[in-house]
């Protein structure tokens, strides 16, 4: 039993992002493709993100909104994107992150990061908070382990983004 939970245990550690949801509204006044396409440049040029849901909505004023949303279920995937994310960003918002660790993140593990969706059309991973592309990584945290002190350790060995 002590080796499948010592093995349970290297595999949070190394690959601690359990789940991904990634969500975003598609206003009238936006083109959905354009959208599609912001939400696409944020996962890896090598990977095919996954299959997206979409449902209609209505506004508070009565507009149109479209939400789209997508999950990614395995690990390794889920880490890979996490991590993804964080080397494209710049060094001023990895260190944004890490400094804002604790209001990003809930009392059941989840790490929240919200991204421009101009700047992921065009290419760009960045932080924003309005109008974004909101992401939620339910983290698998050891046992004992402080979320936000693990997860700033993890952080902390990737690099510090690119300029």
């Given at each position: ?54 449902t209609k909505l ?106």
């Open positions: 039993m002590s080796g499948k939970l010592n093995s349970v245990m290297i595999m949070s550690i190394k690959r601690p992002v359990r789940y991904v949801e990634l969500t975003t509204l598609v206003h009238a006044t936006e083109d959905k493709e354009k959208v599609l396409i912001a939400v696409h440049n944020l996962f890896p040029e090598s990977t095919n993100p996954p299959r997206i849901l979409e209505t506004g508070f004023f009565g507009d149109d909104l479209t939400s789209i949303r997508l999950e990614i279920t395995k690990r390794k995937p889920a880490t890979e994107f996490l991590e993804h994310l964080i080397l494209k960003l710049n060094s001023i918002e990895y260190l944004d992150i890490l400094d804002n660790l604790p209001q990003r993140m809930d009392d059941s593990k989840n790490l929240y990061l919200r991204f421009d969706k101009q700047k992921a059309f065009q290419g760009v991973v960045s932080l924003e908070m309005h109008d974004s592309i909101r992401i939620k990584f339910r983290l698998e945290v050891p046992w004992g382990r402080d979320p936000v002190e693990f997860i700033t350790e993890y952080l902390s060995q990737l690099n510090t983004g690119s300029e």
